[in-house]
């Protein structure tokens, strides 16, 4: 089916068309400009963004794909997790889409579509796969028994999300907003092992052992180490000292990966998952990435991860879940819905 999707739960206003499995197009408009000097995005402006962008976003998708809002079978969009008014900008604009055209509307959640969109990537992605989604808000692995009907919680962080710990990371080191990419670049240039921060959840009375999992085996924790980076700041500035900003930031960075990756391969070793998608912003990581990758491949697991212009925020993701959600058979979700700021990873669509 050709399908519109539509997200709008943050700063990205995005517009995605695909065919079946085939990107057709992915538009996406950023408010992230807006939001710089307040160093972090700030709910109400990225609401009236949204209803900037909207128009001239759907415009230029129909456009790139070469499609008329008649042609579209179903129109998809995000109905949570996500900042409220944000949702809500995106939701009213796909139900006016749905009543004017006649067409299908199916309410999508976007953590799952940050999975679902790996099928732009490789095709139909297998059963029994594991999904680790590393974002802004969220940092989980998920058992996908079916991406239409089956979404498990395997394990996710207890506090801060890591694209969380690097933004506020980033912020302490006066790298500015937002912090991913800043760190990302910089740590190139940094040792990784100049300073060992801890690994949060990761003594044996949390994990425990196979036969006896601890209460957070597959769990993590950023906030331990993002205390631990202001610390080390701290005692710099009180010596009186450069900061040795690069190797900060790589050490940090490494923290974050290391224990990212290492409970993921072990939880998809212990589940006897062999196939992992990689999703989520934080996903766009070149080190997350690289680590996933080696580790993936030492023990054996199939490893997908999309491009990163499909990791990050957009509209495709969204047609890509709806296009799979359309193919399994499931009823549109009507007019009545309202969108879900906390809607949980384990309800696929509404
Ligand atoms: P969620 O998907 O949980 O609702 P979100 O949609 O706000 O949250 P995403 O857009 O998926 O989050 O990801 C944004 C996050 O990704 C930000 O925290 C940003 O700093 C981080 N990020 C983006 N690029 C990189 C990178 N190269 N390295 C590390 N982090 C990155
Ligand atoms: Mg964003
Ligand atoms: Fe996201």
Redesign the pocket.
């Known amino acids: 089916p050709l399908v519109l999707g539509i997200e709008s739960?943050?700063d990205?206003t995005g517009i995605g068309i695909v065919r079946g499995d085939k990107l057709l197009t992915n538009t996406v408009s950023s408010s992230m400009d807006e939001h710089v000097r307040f160093g972090g995005v700030i709910p109400e402006i990225a609401s009236r963004a949204h209803l900037d962008a909207f128009v001239p976003t759907l415009r230029q998708a129909l456009d790139e794909a070469g499609v008329r809002l008649d042609e579209i079978d179903a129109i998809a969009v995000t109905s949570g997790?996500?900042l409220a008014g944000a949702l809500m900008v995106g939701v009213c604009a796909a139900k006016a889409l749905a009543v004017a055209t006649g067409k299908p509307l199916y309410a999508i959640n976007?953590?799952v579509a940050?999975v679902g969109v790996g099928v732009l990537d490789g095709g139909k992605l297998p059963d029994n796969l594991g999904a680790l989604l590393v974002?802004?808000?969220?940092t989980e692995i998920l058992r996908v028994t079916s991406l239409t009907g089956d979404v498990q919680l395997l394990g996710s962080t207890i506090d801060d999300?890591?694209?969380?710990a690097?933004?506020k990371v980033a912020r302490i080191l006066g790298l500015g907003y937002?912090?991913?990419?800043a760190?990302?670049k910089l740590a190139r240039t940094g040792n990784p092992k100049a300073i060992r921060f801890p690994r949060g959840l990761t003594q044996p009375k949390y994990l425990g052992t196979a036969e006896e999992p601890g209460p957070h085996r597959y769990d993590w924790s950023f906030s331990g180490l993002k205390t631990a980076v202001a610390r080390c700041v701290e005692q710099y500035e009180a010596a009186g000292e450069e900061l040795p900003v690069a190797d900060i930031a790589a050490s940090f960075q490494e923290a974050v990966v290391d224990v990212i990756t290492a409970k993921a391969v072990l939880a998809c070793t212990e589940n006897g998952i062999t196939n992992l998608l990689l999703g989520?912003?934080?996903a766009?990581?070149?080190r997350?990435r690289e680590l996933t990758a080696q580790r993936c491949a030492a023990k054996g697991i199939t490893l997908r991860v999309p491009p990163i212009s499909l990791?990050?925020?957009n509209g495709a993701m969204v047609a890509a879940l709806g296009s799979q959600v359309v193919m399994s058979g499931a009823e549109p979700s009507g007019l009545k819905f309202a969108p879900d700021p906390s809607m949980p990873v384990t309800s696929i669509h509404l």
């Open positions: 739960s943050c990205e997790p996500g976007h953590l940050h974002s802004g808000g969220h999300a890591a694209g969380e690097y933004d937002p912090g991913g990419p760190i990302d989520g912003g934080v766009a990581n070149s997350l990791c990050t925020d």
